[in-house]
T-cell receptor, first 114, second 112 residues
Framework: DTGVSQDPRHKITKRGQNVTFRCDPI?????LYWYRQTLGQGPEFLTY????????KSRLLSDRFSAERPKGSFSTLEIQRTEQGDSAMYLC????????????FGPGTRLTVL | GIQVEQSPPDLILQEGANSTLRCNFS?????LQWFHQNPWGQLINLFY???GTKQNGRLSATTVATERYSLLYISSSQTTDSGVYFC??????????????FGQGTILTVHP
């Protein structure tokens, strides 16, 4: 069991550019989550998938954000027309069961928008 | 949605001291987890403890779900225990169902 992996670990981009992050969950984990953490705060929920279906999106996820999990395995999170306020750590987590199950987190992707 | 409050916000200890971190939550929960976030941002699972008591080495945790709080105990602290400790809960219903809500964290600093 290799754990949750995320790529890239760091991303620096200029305002207005598009960025895409990838998350590979623990194998056989059906539920995949995205969270965002800004400096000095706890992580905040963005969205989650049950297999390939996106079941819920937070109001934090503006129209510039899109997430996919096309084959129920890895997931991508894309941010279009990045803004400085998008600078944050983007964390991915996975779990086996949809409710009440332990979530395991990846190392995160730290985004800096200049 | 469910509210999570952690205390204290900051804690400074000498190596070898014991400490207790508290997490209060506002509603019934399906899940409660304690994490340690290392300096690189990785969230390390300490305990999955929606109720009851667990121990792992120098760390132990207790959740009293009926009174809506959880405690994390660190004994004989070491400098490597430094970092941010988060409590996160999954509410049992409403808008909190199916995802974790995190507290603001406790920043622990252990001096040699």
């Amino acid at each position: 069991d290799t754990g949750v992996s995320q790529d890239p670990r760091h991303k620096i981009t200029k305002r207005g550019q598009n960025v895409t992050f990838r998350c590979d969950p623990i194998s056989e984990h059906n539920r995949l989550y995205w969270y965002r953490q800004t400096l000095g705060q706890g992580p905040e929920f963005l969205t989650y998938f049950q297999n390939e279906a996106q079941l819920e999106k937070s109001r934090l996820l503006s129209d510039r954000f899109s997430a996919e999990r096309p084959k129920g395995s890895f997931s991508t999170l894309e941010i279009q027309r990045t803004e400085q306020g998008d600078s944050a750590m983007y964390l991915c987590a996975s779990s086996i069961l949809p409710v009440g199950d332990e979530q395991f987190f990846g190392p995160g992707t730290r985004l800096t928008v200049l | 949605g469910i509210q999570v409050e952690q205390s204290p916000p900051d804690l400074i200890l000498q190596e070898g001291a014991n400490s207790t971190l508290r997490c209060n939550f506002s509603d019934s929960v399906n899940n409660l987890q304690w994490f340690h976030q290392n300096p690189w941002g990785q969230l390390i699972n300490l305990f999955y403890i929606p109720s009851g008591t667990k121990q792992n080495g120098r760390l132990s945790a207790t959740t009293v779900a009926t009174e809506r709080y959880s405690l994390l105990y660190i004994s004989s602290s070491q400098t490597t225990d430094s970092g941010v400790y988060f409590c996160a809960v999954e509410g049992a219903g409403g808008t909190s169902y199916g995802k974790l809500t995190f507290g603001q964290g406790t920043i622990l600093t252990v001096h040699p």
